[in-house]
T-cell receptor
């Protein structure tokens, strides 16, 4: 399967700081997607970056993709307590990485 | 927006019984649906990929006779956990995709508890 792997597994930051989460994957992709999951279980799509894109922005989110290194990063700027959740990357084949639990302290 | 409905939200069953979970795309046709299971504080583990009208592709280590997947139409896929045992207790979640290389839309998940 095309499993992505995130690093770090858990991240705790102060509100207002930036949070950077990295993901690596093993096989070729058409796109990479980032999702957020609150403790309430539902998954929310955050952003999709295609294999021919290197960077994409959406509000406070910035995603980069390096296909040569098979890696991606998600940056959340000016974090808020409400950003506390688990974040996952996923390949277009539907395989998810391990996930990062982000805790934003008020 | 695209909505994926998953039913039931939770189910409790006795060991040895079979449980069917439905995943429906309500306002779009899903060419592909994915089934996952998730243990507490862990990531989603892809179980199988289901394309309408064809047999599901199972991930390594997932028993196809244990987890029966049917994708008979472009709006419905079902996962049947056959002869469920306590170790099958988990959170199962489906996702659907309109077209290849586009984002996934997720159901709200099913918490299965096998007694």
């Amino acid at each position: 399967s095309q499993q992505g792997e995130e690093d770090p597994q858990a991240l705790s930051i102060q509100e207002g700081e930036n949070a950077t989460m990295n993901c690596s994957y093993k096989t070729s992709i058409n796109n990479l997607q980032w999702y957020r999951q609150n403790s309430g279980r539902g998954l929310v799509h955050l952003i999709l970056i295609r294999s021919n894109e290197r960077e994409k922005h959406s509000g406070r989110l910035r995603v980069t993709l390096d296909t040569s290194k098979k890696s991606s990063s998600l940056l959340i700027t000016a974090s808020r307590a409400a950003d506390t959740a688990s974040y996952f990357c996923a390949t277009d084949a539907g395989a998810f990485g391990k996930g990062i639990t982000l805790s934003v302290r008020p | 927006g695209a909505v994926v409905s998953q039913h039931p939200s939770w189910v409790i069953c006795k060991s040895g019984t079979s449980v069917k979970i439905e995943c429906r795309s309500l306002d779009f046709q899903a060419t592909t649906m994915f089934w996952y299971r998730q243990f507490p504080k862990q990531s989603l583990m892809l179980m199988a990929t289901s394309n309408e009208g064809s047999k599901a592709t199972y991930e390594q280590g997932v028993e196809k006779d244990k987890f029966l997947i049917n994708h008979a139409s472009l709006t419905l896929s079902t996962l049947t956990v056959t002869s469920a045992h306590p170790e099958d207790s988990s959170f199962y979640i489906c996702s659907a995709r309109k077209v290849p290389n586009e984002k996934l839309f997720f159901g709200s998940g099913t918490q299965l508890s096998v007694l």
